[in-house]
Nanobody, 120 residues
Framework: QVQLVESGGGLVQAGGSLRLSCAAS????????MGWYRQAPGKQRDLVAS???????NYADSVKGRFTISRDNAKNTVYLQMNSLKPEDTAVYYC??????????????WGQGTQVTVSS
């Protein structure tokens, strides 16, 4: 079982940037797809971005052109670079491990989450 630990959240002004990191335990990291979700208060948890074991990426329309997901298999770490942040990006961000099937990403495990707050 892969364990995930997120870091890098915090408070930033609108227009600013943050980089989230997710460190994974276990030696099967490189074989797994990974994803970032977010959940704002009172809302459902939504997929923000995913990356396959081969490095193919997919993004929610709301973050395309602003966020970039990447992975470093040597470090068992996945990143989410967030630029041009908006107040509506405020949420708890969760790292996930999962699988991709017919171009869709399905999470199978979660980190504990990290808070991102964007002030206007």
């Amino acid at each position: 079982q892969v364990q995930l630990v997120e870091s890098g959240g915090g408070l930033v002004q609108a227009g600013g940037s943050l980089r989230l990191s997710c460190a994974a335990s276990g030696n099967i990291f490189s074989a797994n797809a990974m994803g970032w979700y977010r959940q704002a208060p009172g809302k459902q948890r939504d997929l923000v971005a995913s990356i396959t074991s081969g490095g193919s990426t997919n993004y929610a329309d709301s973050v395309k052109g602003r966020f970039t997901i990447s992975r470093d298999n040597a470090k068992n770490t996945v990143y989410l670079q967030m630029n041009s942040l908006k107040p509506e990006d405020t949420a708890v961000y969760y790292c996930s491990v999962g699988i991709t099937l017919t171009a869709n990403y399905y999470p199978t495990g979660w980190g504990q989450g990290t808070q991102v707050t964007v002030s206007s």
